[in-house]
């Protein structure tokens, strides 16, 4: 199962290293970033499935990043957590007028930071937590790592799997052999992007299987995609 991505974007070490070990301890890849410009940019790179925004960061306020988020047809509906000292309720509802999905308020203890982020995923991205994916006429059980198709099962190698899984989680969304190859292989693994071509060819194969409607999009200079229907 691929975990969920989130990204922390902190300026305060200590409590950026402290929401990573607590995140990575419940199985959340995380990502943390110190700086609103830092964080914009790796955001157009990649979207995670949840976004911890402290209100005060440098260079682009956490505030601003937020609305210039929403303004951004990627990131529209990016589940978003805002962690402010702020406290005051005027403080509140601007952030979240602003687009925040939700407000926390330093000090916070770290299992109702833990509790909110998993209410939020439930809430706003379900297939993040779901045990079972469906899109069109194909089924992907995460807990059985079995897949199929009018259901009639389909043999896939791990990476194939994976690969599908994470697609499916994003159906109509169109990702680039790097955005793949970042979450399906790991932003720290090196290989060849041509790599991706691979496995999609193995993929669109097997859960084709000569007969049925081809499922995955090949979009000329872009990349792949999942058809919705």
């Known amino acids: 199962m691929i975990a969920p991505r989130i990204m922390v974007v902190e300026d305060e070490e200590p409590l950026g290293v402290l929401l990573r070990y607590n995140l990575e301890s419940e199985g959340y890849q995380v990502e943390v970033v110190t700086r609103g410009d830092e964080a914009e940019i790796r955001l157009q790179e990649n979207v995670p499935d949840l976004l911890v925004l402290d209100w005060m960061v440098p260079a682009v306020s956490g505030i601003e990043l937020c609305r210039r988020l ?27 007028s602003t687009g925040a999905d939700d407000y926390l308020v330093k000090p916070f203890s770290t299992p109702e930071f833990m509790a909110r982020i998993k209410a939020l995923l439930r809430r706003a991205k379900p297939e993040v937590l ?39 989680r994003h159906p109509g969304r169109v990702f680039s052999r790097s955005q793949l190859l970042d979450n399906v292989w790991g932003e720290t693994i090196y290989i060849d992007e041509r790599t991706v071509d691979v496995h999609v060819g193995r993929l669109r194969k097997a859960v084709n299987n000569g007969r049925m409607p081809d499922v995955i999009r090949t979009i000329r200079g872009a990349g792949y995609a999942i058809r919705e229907d």
């Open 70 to 96: 929403r303004m951004r047809p990627e990131t529209e509906r990016l589940p978003i957590i805002m962690l402010t000292a702020r406290g005051e309720e005027s403080d509140r509802v601007r952030g979240l």
């Open 130 to 168: 779901s045990s079972v994916l469906k899109v069109g006429d194909i089924m992907l059980d995460r807990e059985s790592h079995r897949v199929y198709r009018k259901k009639s099962e389909i043999r896939l190698g791990p990476t194939e799997f994976r690969l599908l899984e994470f697609m499916m």
